[in-house]
């Protein structure tokens, strides 16, 4: 299969090329020329296997430059115990009638992107030796929380890379803070930006469209690499968790095969939901994709309008990694919808670039709408959520999963959609349990992101704040802590230094020649 840019490049290149370079050339996201497809008869197969034999068959549908025999055996060491802390990888929780969760938070770092980083880690390393390339890669990544800390968990140590984070200051949680500046690795770097999520990412960027920073990389032996969203192999494996949560719902007998299903996905940069998107592109049967947004609704605001428009104020929220302006990975969904017009895309990504906003289509914007709904969910409805989830069900949700609930539940209220739906579980309540206490009425201290007295470069103090906000909510709530959170009470932060968005490409520099 063969890989092209969003943009219109003419390079088309194999799938490890595309992992290996992560960006195209002009800026575009590399997609498939095509769509291989998934049967009925192959998905009631699947239904039989365990989740890394599930997860091996749909990513070598579209890495076919990988052998199946490769990528059984990546599978298999990236989803197992105790990598994953639940047999099933990603199960499937009933929550009532025809509401599920799927949760994705079992793995190292307690968040959804542990399901596509621990492939990554695999599939880039072996891309560069399929590619004949023997510089190291160097991985840069723009972080809103959860992608820092399980790209650095997935590729430290890794022979031959280097994997600098970036993350925005008082933009994330304390535990995920401490995740991060606390991450052990001998070729590791993390850095706090004075600016939000959109200034980061955009920055990270154009680190990767500034061909002086290719020349700075290849003269210290590295290529640079990306993690993010971005890289076509941080999305194939989020393909997977899709297929396998339907074949756990046949396995289950809540519904039949060919019964079409909803998934209401919390949604930042775009990546996670359209994952999604591919699953059903290749046959999965899909009826609605639902994409909820916390305050920051620029995406609610494109599906009701066909209107991107990032001209807006920016707010930090108790979801931090939904706090994002710019959905990057929009771009590949605009791709597909238009007929795969790279001059369109162009048109729209410039359009965005020059004036923050674009337009698309009435044609468009009806082709979006047939697959798509959106919606959003204020502050307040995100913790009563969680409380009343908790309340009624004893069941807990970290803030972003509480932001989708809701959502769903409001888009049944207004479509009258009976479709069984499943709502996707991005994260550990513990990765937000300042929030989580706070809708539960409990006392907590520290500070939403952003707010005074939330963690910094705070060494000791924001280790025990840490571990008294997860201990209490072990106590009020009755779910044990996950085993990598618990462990952060012995952890100090080992990189306590910031940069401002204009000293990132020097930072990058200074780490590809010494580290950090």
């Not at 339907?246 to 990546?271: H, Q, S, W």
């Not at 049944?412 to 579980?425: A, F, L, M, Q």
């Amino acid at each position: 299969m063969l890989y092209q840019s969003t943009r219109g490049s003419s390079d088309l290149l194999r799938s490890a090329q595309a992992i290996v370079r992560g960006l195209a050339a002009d800026g575009g996201l590399f997609v498939p020329e095509s769509f291989p497809q998934l049967t009925e008869v192959k998905i009631r197969e699947l239904v039989l296997k365990p989740y890394h034999e599930r997860a091996a068959y749909i990513t070598g549908l579209f890495l076919d430059d990988y052998g199946e025999e490769e990528l059984r055996g990546f599978t298999a060491q990236a989803y197992c115990s105790p990598v994953f802390d639940d047999p099933a990888i990603a199960p499937v929780r009933k929550y009532d009638g025809d509401t599920y969760f799927l949760e994705l938070w079992h793995g190292p770092t307690c968040a959804f992107k542990d399901m596509a980083l621990q492939m990554l880690s695999r599939l880039l390393p072996a891309a560069l030796r399929k590619t004949g390339d023997t510089r190291g890669a160097c991985i840069l990544v723009a972080t809103s929380g959860d992608t820092g800390k399980a790209a650095l968990e997935a590729f430290k140590d890794i022979t031959g890379t280097r994997i600098m984070v970036f993350y925005p200051r008082d933009g994330v949680s304390a535990i995920q803070e401490l995740q991060m500046t606390s991450q052990e690795g001998g070729n590791v770097g993390v850095l706090a930006v004075d600016g939000n999520f959109d200034v980061t990412q955009a920055r990270v960027k154009s680190i990767f469209s500034d061909e002086s920073m290719h020349r700075a990389a290849d003269d210290s032996g590295f290529i640079l690499s990306s993690a993010n969203s971005i890289n076509w192999g941080r999305l194939v494996p989020q393909i997977a968790y899709y297929v396998s949560a339907y074949c756990e719902m046949l396995a289950a007998g809540e519904i039949r095969p060919g019964d079409k299903i909803n998934f209401c996905v919390p949604t930042g940069n775009f990546g996670n939901i359209l994952a999604a998107y591919y699953a059903k592109r290749i046959g999965l049967p899909v009826n609605k994709l639902i994409c909820a947004s916390n305050r920051n609704d620029v995406l609610t605001q494109f599906f009701s309008t066909g209107v991107y428009d990032k001209n807006r104020q920016f707010y930090t929220t108790a979801s931090p990694s939904m706090d994002i302006l710019v959905s990057s990975n929009l771009e590949r969904l605009l791709f597909e919808i238009t007929g795969k017009d790279s001059g369109i895309v162009s048109s729209y990504m410039s359009a965005l670039s020059s004036s923050g906003s674009y337009e698309v289509s009435d044609k468009t914007r009806n082709e979006v709408s047939e697959v798509f709904a959106g919606g959003w969910c204020s502050e307040e409805d995100t913790l009563s959520t969680i409380s009343e989830s908790f309340n009624n069900k004893g069941y807990l949700l970290d803030t972003h999963t509480a932001v989708a609930f809701k959502v769903l539940q409001r888009y049944r209220e207004e479509s009258r959609d009976g479709t069984p739906s499943v709502v996707i579980s991005t994260a550990s309540p513990y990765k937000f349990c300042e929030a989580v206490l706070t809708a539960l009425g409990k006392h907590a201290t520290g500070g939403f992101p952003g707010a005074e007295g939330s963690p910094g470069a705070e060494g000791s103090h924001s280790v025990k704040m840490s571990a008294a906000l997860t201990e209490t909510l072990s106590a009020v709530s009755g779910c044990p802590v996950p085993a990598p959170i618990a462990a952060l009470r012995h952890s100090a932060p080992r990189f306590t230094g910031s940069v401002a968005p204009d000293g990132m490409a020097a930072a990058v520099k200074a780490f590809l020649q010494t580290g950090l």
